[in-house]
C-alpha cells in the first residue's frame, strides 16, 4: 500500500501588494494542509529565499511545493524577487510543484520536468487578478479577487486530497470556468463584469507539464 | 508604404480605440495586478496602451480574445460541466 507523502512547501514572499495578496491567499491552502495533518514548510516573507529553500528541499522531502511569487519564463522569485528556482536547476527532481506565478510554465517548468519533476502546474503567461482597492488591507475579505484566487488554490487542495495532478488541474479550471459563468451572467457586478477578460486568460494559460496521474 | 499595411495600422488603431474604450468603462474602484512588480489602474492601463508598450499590448490581447470568445458564444456552452 502506497503512503502519501504529507509534507508540503510553500514559499510566500509579502513584499509589494501582488504578493501580498499572494501571501494571504496561500494561507487559506496552509490551514487546509493543516487540517490534513500536513507537515507544513512556510518559507514567507524573507525566509522565501533561495538559500532556504534549498535546505528545506534536501532536509525535509517533501513532495508538494506550492509556490507564489513574481515569475519570468526562466525564473521563479522569492521575497524581494530574489530568485529561488532558475532554468537549469535539478533540485526539483520527483516533486510536485505549482507555481502560482506568472509565465514560469512557458520554459522554466518545462526544463523543471526535463530535469526530473514529475508534475509541474503552472501558468504561461502572466497570472492576473483583479482586487478591490479599498480591500488592499484586507485581501481575504475581497470578493473580486476571490474569484481569481479561490479557483487558484484548488490545484494544491485537490493533490493534498490525494487527486492526481490531472484531477486537481481540471478542478482549477472547473472551479475558474464556473467563476467566468458567473461574472458574466446579470448577479454580477460592473468590477466583477469589467474582469472577466483576466480570469479567462488564466483559465487558458493555467498548463500541467509533467505526469498528469502524479499523486502524493 | 502599401494599401494593405495602411490598413492594417487603421484596424491597429480602431482595436485601440475599442480596447482603451472597454477600459474608460471600468470602475474606479479595482485595480489590476498582471505581471511585474507594478498595480494598474484604469488610467495607467489607458497609458499603456496608448503607449502600446508590452503591459499594452498583452491587455489588447486579452480583450480581443475576449470579444472573440463572446461572439464566438463561448463559456454560454457547457463544456466544462
Known sequence: ?216 | MSKSTKQNEKINEEIKKLVIARIKAYSDKITLSLGGLKKYSREELIECIENEDELGKEIIEIQMEYLKDMAEGNFYNACYE
Open chain 1, 1 to 216: 500500500m502506497r503512503v502519501m507523502n504529507r509534507v508540503l512547501l510553500v514559499t510566500r514572499p509579502n513584499h509589494d501588494c501582488t504578493t501580498n495578496y499572494l501571501y494571504y491567499w496561500a494561507d487559506w491552502v496552509i490551514q487546509e494542509a493543516r487540517k490534513k495533518h500536513f507537515k507544513v514548510l512556510d518559507l514567507k516573507q524573507e525566509k522565501a529565499n533561495r538559500r532556504l529553500f534549498i535546505s528545506y528541499l534536501s532536509k525535509n522531502s517533501p513532495k508538494l511545493i506550492f509556490l507564489n511569487g513574481h515569475g519570468s519564463s526562466d525564473t521563479l522569485a522569492g521575497h524581494n524577487n530574489e530568485s529561488l528556482i532558475n532554468v537549469g536547476d535539478s533540485f526539483l527532481s520527483n516533486k510536485i510543484v505549482y507555481a502560482r506565478s506568472c509565465c514560469t510554465a512557458s520554459r522554466l517548468g518545462v526544463k523543471c520536468v526535463d530535469s526530473g519533476a514529475q508534475v509541474y502546474i503552472g501558468y504561461k503567461k502572466n497570472f492576473a487578478f483583479f482586487y478591490t482597492t479599498s480591500k488592499i488591507t484586507r485581501p481575504l475579505e475581497d470578493d473580486l479577487a476571490k474569484l481569481f484566487l479561490e479557483p487558484s488554490n484548488l490545484v494544491p487542495i485537490s493533490l493534498m486530497k490525494g487527486n492526481t495532478a490531472g484531477m486537481s488541474y481540471k478542478k482549477s479550471q472547473k472551479a475558474m470556468y464556473r467563476n467566468i459563468r458567473y461574472m458574466l451572467s446579470s448577479n454580477a457586478s460592473v468590477e466583477e463584469r469589467n474582469a472577466i477578460p483576466y480570469l479567462i486568460r488564466n483559465l487558458r494559460c493555467q498548463t500541467l507539464i509533467g505526469d498528469p496521474n502524479a499523486r502524493l
